[in-house]
T-cell receptor
Framework: GAGVSQTPSNKVTEKGKYVELRCDPI?????LYWYRQSLGQGPEFLIY????????DSGLPNDRFFAVRPEGSVSTLKIQRTERGDSAVYLC????????????FGPGTRLTVT | LAKTTQPISMDSYEGQEVNITCSHN???????ITWYQQFPSQGPRFIIQ???TKVTNEVASLFIPADRKSSTLSLPRVSLSDTAVYYC?????????????FGAGTRLAVHP
């Protein structure tokens, strides 16, 4: 079946611009997670959604980062006034239930801020 | 959440068994041990999870001693396609969900 998909696969933007990254989770998965991964590091947790609500956004680095999941399926990570330090791979994952021990990751969006 | 320590890198050859050991000295009673695998340009993929003793699936085995302060991921007869980064995580169901905290992982290189 279809896995988690993310678009775009690559995004190059200029410093100060606004970007949106999209995640399509596996159908029926109620839990959705966003991570950020810098080169040579493991993924870093950003935010977790249960249904439509952000149940834990403690990993968002600052208020330039925001994520939504209005209908409980597709999610969008939004970054305002991008900075070069935001350059990373942004990963999305979903799981059938929040208590499930297996998260299914998408291939990620590579964001480059010039 | 318990901190994990694992080798930065390992090398092996095709057909060998690879054991990656992870230490988690301050693991709590309700924590589970989980391993993920990540290939270049892909997201991590769940391999195996266990609480104690031994767990085996079609991909790997996980050995956890009685004190649970360490765990060993065993990959039988590796091939070139097993070259990847392997992450050991201690996972606690907290706030109704499993929060994954990744370290830097172990970079496994399998040589012909």
């Amino acid at each position: 079946g279809a896995g988690v998909s993310q678009t775009p696969s690559n995004k190059v933007t200029e410093k100060g611009k606004y970007v949106e990254l999209r995640c399509d989770p596996i159908s029926g998965h109620t839990a959705l997670y966003w991570y950020r991964q810098s080169l040579g590091q493991g993924p870093e947790f950003l935010i977790y959604f249960q249904g439509t609500g952000a149940a834990d956004d403690s990993g968002l680095p600052n208020d330039r980062f925001f994520a939504v999941r209005p209908e409980g399926s597709v999610s969008t990570l939004k970054i305002q006034r991008t900075e070069r330090g935001d350059s990373a791979v942004y990963l999305c994952a979903s799981s059938l239930q929040a208590s499930g021990y297996e998260q299914y990751f998408g291939p990620g969006t590579r964001l480059t801020v010039t | 959440l318990a901190k994990t320590t694992q080798p930065i890198s390992m090398d092996s050859y095709e057909g060998q068994e690879v054991n990656i050991t992870c230490s988690h000295n301050n693991i709590a009673t309700n924590d589970y041990i989980t391993w993920y695998q990540q290939f270049p340009s892909q997201g991590p993929r769940f391999i195996i999870q266990g609480y104690k003793t031994k767990v085996t699936n079609e991909v790997a085995s996980l050995f956890i001693p009685a004190d649970r302060k360490s765990s060993t991921l065993s990959l039988p007869r590796v091939s070139l396609s097993d070259t990847a980064v392997y992450y050991c995580l201690v996972v606690l169901l907290s706030g109704g969900y499993n929060k994954l905290i990744f370290g830097a992982g172990t970079r496994l290189a399998v040589h012909p």
